[in-house]
Structure formats: C-alpha cells, structure tokens
Nanobody, 117 residues
C-alpha cells in the first residue's frame, strides 16, 4: 500500500514562510499522476479542513483564508506535492496532512506548523 510522508513543518514567526512537502512512497507513477492531491490541516478539538487541492490536470483550489498566501504544486516524476506557506499567521498553526482522495483515501502522518505572534 502506498504511504504519504510529509516534511517541512516547524516553528516560524508571523509573516514568515515554510514549505511543506509530501512524498508518495510505493505509489506507481501512473497512479500518482492520475490522482488529485490535497493538503488538510487540523487543530486540537476540530475536524480536519481542506486547505488546498491540485487535480491531476494541475487545477488548483484553496480555502478562502489561505488564498494568495499558500501555493500548492506537484512534481509527478518525484511523486511529491508541495505546499508553500507564506505570510503566515498564528491562526495557520495546525498539523498539516497530505491526502489522496477518492478510492485510495491515503493520509500521511502529518507535520506540525506553529506560527508565533
């Protein structure tokens, strides 16, 4: 079964930037390139919320609160999907998860992003 591994989280001051990366392991190229990819985030006591999505055709969609600040991208050859976080705010603090939707429903283990004010 494929696994998703996120990296790049950390502690950053408000206004700063981070780049999260998600690597799909044991996922054949045709499956990865044909799949939509998503980034979610979750704070304690709350449900996971969709932050950004990139389709197999590279169409992107963002949660309103992050539009203009976050950018999702993918590299099919490397089987990675990245999320560039800029102009970070304390309310962006969360565990960020990579997700493959649809019949696969793969989730990564998450990476913590903490934004200090």
């Amino acid at each position: 079964q494929a696994q998703l591994r996120e990296s790049g989280g950390g502690l950053v001051q408000a206004g700063g930037s981070l780049r999260l990366s998600c690597k799909a392991q044991r996922m054949i190229l045709s499956t990865f390139s044909g799949a939509d990819m998503e980034w979610y985030r979750q704070t304690p006591g709350n449900q996971r919320e969709l932050v950004a999505q990139i389709t197999s055709g590279r169409v992107t969609k963002y949660k309103d609160a992050v539009k203009g600040r976050f950018t999702i991208s993918r590299d099919n050859g490397k089987r990675t999907v990245d999320l560039q976080l800029s102009s970070l705010k304390p309310e962006d603090t969360a565990v960020y998860y990579c997700h493959v939707p649809g019949p696969y429903n793969y989730w990564g283990q998450g990476t913590q992003v903490t934004v200090s004010s």
